[in-house]
């Protein structure tokens, strides 16, 4: 009814006091609003279920570029993903993920940079096993303990390249923590989560997605809020932080006990007084693009991903695109 109304109150003035000319100006902006609200209608209507095409024997492979900047490093970094599927069970299907060809200008001349890029370089020369159910959602990885322990060994491994490399690093950060902090990220829950990120194309696998609906999800312990838009076999996602207070208490007293531990009880103590001083700034943002193929599988997307934590910033852009 507001539509029709606004309509009318461009449409009845016309013939009460305008001539032919203005008559023909009034008539082409109503042609346009119409045309502007019924397709705002049916982009908010559309819905798609993305359910990939899956059988033994298939195989996709993903060229990817990434371009992380953070602690004023930009790293840029290239490699191809192989996709296989490997068995077919009566309760969904197992297919491999092997990462190869990666390189990197984060190398031995920079290995600060080299920390901005820790979760991808771990999985270079890697093989994960999974299980998907029917509509190709990822469950599980089968061979989390062997993924686990080449991710372990080569995350400690680049942790004390950098500690002796640069030995003042030590003054800001703790080399047994920061390997903790790794092993967090190791869990088979983090590990499962990592493989259906906003950057990956098995992100959409087994969701139905609707223009407008909305969603949360958490990203390090940060809670975002994301709508979603779909037009065609094309699916956009955008992002943003959304915590209330006591969460980011919650947030703010972690990283505290994991960056400086000896200081955790007196933050908690002064956590109000930390936070209304305005010095606590946490944002958080997510864009992600997506095209389909015909067969439902991601043929190409884009996504760019942008922080500011207390002050420090980084950003992500990752940009894939189906080979064959």
Not at 219 to 230: S, Y
Request: hydrophobic share 40%; net charge neutral; aromatic share 6%.
């Amino acid at each position: 009814m507001t539509a029709y109304y606004l309509l009318c109150q461009d449409i009845l003035p016309i013939f009460a006091h305008d001539n032919q000319n203005q008559i023909k100006k009034k008539m082409k902006k109503v042609f346009a609003l119409s045309i502007g609200l019924m397709m705002a209608i049916s982009v908010f209507g559309q819905s798609i279920k993305v359910t990939p095409a899956l059988k033994k024997g298939q195989v996709k492979t993903y060229t990817t570029t990434t371009a992380a900047t953070a602690v004023g490093q930009t790293v840029n970094m290239s490699y191809e993903q192989i996709y296989t599927v490997t068995k077919e069970t009566s309760e969904g299907y197992e297919m491999t993920m092997e990462t190869v060809n990666f390189k990197s200008d984060g190398d031995n001349e920079n290995l600060m940079s080299r920390l901005v890029t820790l979760g991808e370089e771990m999985t270079k020369n890697s093989k994960v096993q999974m299980r998907l159910d029917k509509e190709g959602k990822v469950l599980e990885i089968l061979n989390y303990e062997e993924v686990k322990a080449k991710s372990k060994a080569y995350a400690e491994k680049l942790i004390n390249e950098v500690f002796e490399a640069a030995p003042e690093i030590a003054q800001v950060m703790n080399k047994e923590q920061l390997q903790e902090q790794v092993m967090a990220e190791l869990s088979p829950e983090r590990l499962t989560q990592s493989l259906t990120v906003s950057s990956s194309p098995l992100a959409l696998s087994g969701r139905t997605i609707t223009s407008g609906m909305q969603d949360t999800y958490e990203n390090n312990m940060v809670t975002l809020k994301r709508i979603w838009l779909v037009t065609g076999k094309r699916i956009g996602a955008s992002s943003k932080t959304d915590m209330s207070r006591e969460e980011l208490k919650a947030y703010v007293l972690k990283q505290v006990e994991k960056a400086a531990p000896q200081q955790a009880a007196m933050i908690k103590d002064n956590i109000d007084t930390v936070l209304e001083s305005g010095l606590v700034k946490l944002e958080m943002s997510e864009k992600a693009n997506y095209e389909l193929a015909d067969d439902l599988w991601v043929k190409s997307l884009e996504a760019t991903m942008e922080s500011d934590i207390m002050g420090q910033k980084s950003s992500t852009v990752v940009k894939t695109q189906l080979k064959n």
